[in-house]
């Protein structure tokens, strides 16, 4: 898959526009199912605007580690189908495909097996070289998960250390195989929903661009940067400051590097609003489309139960549901005192088990069970006139608008192209 232009000209143009008074925000999606692929490429090549997919290494990694969750994804079978509906939509605008808290011990078996750091980060490098190999345009270096740092924030020094280390093998690496130039994203921030200093933020950007100068290295596209927003449940808890993003990302821009928000799901448009005008460059997103996605697959549940004998009915509700919670996945997103909840527990209280359905929905679609149920969902609706994969597709896209719309993206890719190719 090959863009117009690489990210880090499409993010030198995206300066020159922010220099003419041209103000926006991009969007960063986190791939959460063939269909999100559908519905965000649609509203990409439908809107004009440059899309970045970011995938997790529990979504997509390489069989090494166990590939991902998500559509058994490894790099190669998820660029082989990002590419399938790029072809089959005839997309030709800008689609970068990112790598989303890479690092060591960024898998959750690898945390929770406390791994020794060499071998961590040995594994993380192994995991980027074949996001490279793939074609990945963007790799977020993220080394603020580590076990020996389990209840408190990994130091400054030593993320600003392991940054450079991993991106300094990996450029040695695409250099010496003439693999094309990738952008690169640096995370400072645990997401505790706290606010990351900026005086501390500015300190880091200092030292961090300073030391890769010295080894090298070009700055960043992206700092990541903490401005209170924080998921749980379906809802952002917590308190974004506006004052602060405004800070950081002016710091930020006296490197030529953007500002990258995290855990911006489930924001209020008047937030959402204001982020182009406060120069945050980009924002990902992510659970809230999965929770888009199951709702639409449960109303659509509804209305086959209402319009199908029962005896021909799927059970994709009481399925999903099941392995929902089975998944456990929803203890990472729920508040502390539901996180210590066994799943009979769960099994046992109706309402605590719909409301983890919700969120955690989106983790079933592989399971068998799950894709047969939803597979005989679609075919009795298709039955009764009603395309389930269409309306799943809208309801992600209405979504994903919400976003587009308040970021200023409409027309982007367009506007950006023009810069470029002057």
């Not at 074609?135 to 993220?142: K, T, W």
């Not at 950007?205 to 960043?220: T, W, Y």
């Not at 950081?248 to 008047?270: F, R």
């Not at 994709?316 to 799943?343: F, H």
Request: hydrophobic share 40%; with cysteine; proline share 3%.
């Amino acid at each position: 898959m090959k863009n117009k232009i690489t990210i880090r000209q499409m993010m030198a143009a995206a300066r020159v526009l922010r220099e003419r008074g041209e103000q926006f925000t991009m969007l960063g999606v986190g791939p959460m199912s063939k269909t999100l692929l559908q519905a965000s490429l649609e509203l990409a090549k439908e809107k004009d605007f440059p899309l970045m997919l970011i995938a997790s290494r529990n979504q997509v990694d390489s069989d090494e580690f166990g590939h991902g969750y998500v559509c058994g994804w490894d790099q190669d079978r998820f660029v082989a189908d990002v590419q399938a509906v790029v072809d089959s939509i005839g997309f030709d605008g800008l689609v970068y495909l990112c790598r989303d808290h890479g690092g060591p011990w960024q898998r959750d078996e690898e945390r929770a097996a406390k791994l020794p750091v060499d071998e961590a980060m040995e594994i993380c490098k192994r995991s980027y070289i074949h996001d490279i190999e793939s074609g990945f345009d963007l790799l977020h270096i993220d080394p603020t998960k580590d076990p020996d740092f389990a209840m408190g924030t990994v130091p400054f020094e030593t993320v600003i250390e392991r940054t450079i280390d991993i991106i300094d093998a990996l450029e040695t690496y695409r250099k010496e195989k003439g693999l094309p130039e990738v952008g690169y994203e640096a995370g400072t921030e645990e997401t505790n929903g706290g606010l990351t200093s900026v005086e501390a933020f500015s300190d880091f950007i200092d030292e961090l661009v300073s030391r890769m100068a010295e080894r090298g290295l070009q700055a960043p596209e992206f700092v990541v940067g903490q401005t209170g927003t924080l998921t749980r449940l379906t809802e952002n808890v917590g308190n974004f400051n506006r004052e602060n993003a405004a800070k950081l990302s002016e710091n930020a821009a006296k490197h030529g590097v953007g500002v990258k928000e995290h855990n911006g799901d489930y924001l209020s448009d008047k937030i959402l609003l204001e982020h182009p005008h406060l120069g945050v460059t980009a924002m990902n997103v992510a659970p809230e489309f999965g929770v888009v996605e199951t709702r639409a697959y449960l109303e659509l549940a509804q209305v086959e139960k209402r319009n199908i004998p029962e005896g021909e009915c799927s059970n994709l509700s009481g399925v999903m549901a099941e392995y929902a919670v089975r998944s456990q996945r929803w203890r990472k997103w729920v508040l502390a005192d539901m996180a210590n909840a066994t799943v009979e527990q769960v099994l046992e209280d109706e309402a605590l088990t719909a409301q983890i359905t919700d969120i955690c929905g989106h983790y079933t679609y592989e399971v068998p069970q799950v894709k047969a149920e939803l597979e005989k969902m679609m075919k009795n609706l298709a039955s009764i006139g009603v395309d389930g994969e269409r309306y799943a597709i809208y309801k992600i896209k209405e979504s994903l608008d919400r976003y587009a719309f308040c970021f200023g993206m409409h027309g982007l890719t367009s506007k950006l192209l023009a810069v470029t190719d002057k």
